[in-house]
């Protein structure tokens, strides 16, 4: 997966299914993953100035607004020149009028065209969003967005614009996973859209979200872009990075700040509500929450809508830092623990391990540590994929004895003055969350350099308890007969482990004839 995977679309470093790429457009190219602000000229607090002060390269607006409002004035003009702007320009076709008031008087072609002759960088066709509906009338949106799309071939296949294909179907898996299988064979298209989720964003409902992108992902062409319509919050963007997602659109920021909300990683907040601000943007550490509830309101939306700005930056900028570490998960978890519903949306991304295993990279070139925080921990796919190697493919050397000894925390799986053994008995480390660590695997991603908490939660250490078992129970199949478990005196988790230990211990002594002895170290 990583290198070049086509003309137009680059990918330079993964995490998960996460990726840093690079998009080439004819006015220049955009590192993904990237925001696009919603700007609308008719009413724009924030200048076009300042988005691009903050760090956006790349804007989105409505096409179907600007034919209504402005129509020939910008085909003259180009859109670059109308908007005072020589970055990147998407452009949405008005299906999102749609969506909201049920029809909009344009048809394909006029809005194709319109948008290929005001010089778009990114058009999107006129899809038919789905929203939140019953089945039957998602079926219908999936097949007109379809049939539409298929339709605009001819108009699309020379043009310069990369245009968007919609995928739709709601919260309908089913259809959602139909939609994408056939855009996926269609060509001309550059980018894919993954539709319709506004209504689940705005209720929270984080793990539907979750659940459509997947369906999306998991049957469309992975060489190229998808952008994910309407999501505008920090809370959201990282999971959907995870799951392969490279572009965002909202107007978020400036709706918010409208209604005097501040954004953070948590939630959007009141004004009203806060005394101090927890942020170091050029709004924020000169300013006091006190100064801005002060003064006139669109001094105040301007303001706000800058915060806002910074807050989606620095968590897309986040993102691609902690892709770059390979530490993608490590940062999931931290954003679980910002809201209950990015709780809910870690939960349901574990389910989709099969998926995300795909893209794992081997190693990475700059190789960091993993940390370890809680239960969530156990779900990282990187440790999922090790463990299951340990238990399923890896083969373990001609003995009759195997000694454990456990690595302390922060500390590489080295031999040491504690560490006793012969040479013709087989030597394991094992460790909370990676389980367990033969000998000659040590130093391999991801066993170098972990740590862990002191105290651990219960489901840890009763999965490190299994995963010791079911590797003792491997190697009793192969034809050890003897077993030694060393643990460390002081650790808190010990005790716990030794009784979980013994209960697998008197099953492998039962089955196999085995003996298994657990001793005792000086932490």
């Known amino acids: 997966m990583i290198g070049r995977v086509g003309l137009l679309f ?12 690079r998009l080439v457009t004819k006015s220049g190219t955009i590192e993904t993953p990237a925001f696009f602000p919603v700007i609308d000229p008719r009413r724009q607090e924030i200048s076009v100035e300042e988005i691009v002060g903050i760090g956006f390269g790349q804007l989105i607006t409505n096409a179907y607004i600007l034919l209504k409002t402005y129509g020939a004035e910008i085909l003259e003009k180009g859109i670059h020149r109308f908007l005072g702007f020589d970055g990147i320009v998407m452009t949405d076709s008005g299906a999102y009028q749609l969506l909201e008031y049920g029809r909009i008087d344009v048809d394909q072609e006029t809005i194709i065209k319109y948008q290929e002759g005001i010089g778009s960088d990114i058009g999107v066709i006129l899809d038919v969003p789905t929203g939140d509906v019953g089945k039957k009338e998602a079926m219908k949106t999936v097949e007109e967005t379809i049939k539409r799309a298929r ?25 959602v996973e139909q939609s994408a299988r ?49 999501a ?25 700040a409208r209604d005097g909300r501040y954004m953070t990683r948590f939630g959007a907040t009141p004004l009203e509500s806060l005394d101090y601000f927890a942020c170091n943007c050029p709004v924020c550490s000169s300013r006091t929450p006190g100064d801005l509830r002060e003064m006139e309101k669109n001094e105040r939306t ?31 978890e931290a954003y679980a623990r910002s809201h209950p519903r990015s709780l809910d949306a870690l939960y349901r991304l574990k389910n989709y391990y099969g998926y995300i295993e795909k893209f794992l990279p081997r190693t990475k070139p700059d190789v960091r540590g993993v940390r370890f925080y809680g239960e969530e921990s156990l779900w990282n796919p990187k440790l999922v994929r090790y463990k299951r190697y340990v238990l399923e493919g890896y083969r373990a050397p001609q003995a009759a004895k195997a ?21 013709e008995e087989h030597l394991a480390f094992y460790a909370p969350y990676l389980g367990v660590i033969p000998s000659d695997l040590c130093g391999i991603y991801p066993t170098i350099h972990s740590s862990w908490p002191k105290n651990l939660a219960e489901p840890v250490v009763s999965d490190l308890s299994k995963t010791l078992t079911q590797y003792m129970e491997k190697l009793a199949v192969q034809g050890y007969k003897s077993f030694d ?3 460390f005196k002081g650790e808190p988790y010990s005790r716990l482990l030794e009784e979980k230990l013994r209960e697998g211990a008197r099953k492998i002594i039962e089955k196999h004839g085995a003996t298994v002895n657990i001793g005792f170290l000086d932490a």
């Open 485 to 487: 478990i060393f643990l």
């Open 182 to 230: 056939i855009a996926a064979s269609m060509p001309h298209y550059r980018v894919y859209g993954i539709g319709s989720p506004t209504v689940f964003l705005e209720r929270y409902e984080y793990d539907t979200v979750i659940d459509i992108i997947h369906a999306a992902k998991s049957n469309l062409n992975p060489a190229l872009p998808t952008h994910l319509f309407g």
């Open 403 to 423: 000694v454990f000894y456990p690595l302390e925390r922060g500390e590489p799986c080295v031999l040491n003055k504690k560490t006793t053994y012969k040479k």
């Open 151 to 175: 339709e605009a071939l001819h108009l699309i296949e020379s043009s310069e614009t990369l245009w968007v294909l919609p995928i739709q179907g709601g919260k309908h898996l089913d259809l």
């Open 302 to 332: 301007r303001l706000l809508a800058i915060h806002n700005l910074y807050v989606i930056k620095n968590t897309i900028e986040e993102v691609k830092q902690h892709i770059r570490e390979g530490r993608l998960w490590e940062l999931l």
């Open 232 to 256: 505008g919050h920090p809370l959201i963007i990282p999971f959907a990075v995870a799951l392969g997602v490279d572009m965002f659109d909202s107007a978020s920021y400036i709706l918010y």
């Open 10 to 21: 680059e990918v330079r470093d993964i995490d998960l299914a996460g990726r840093i790429g």
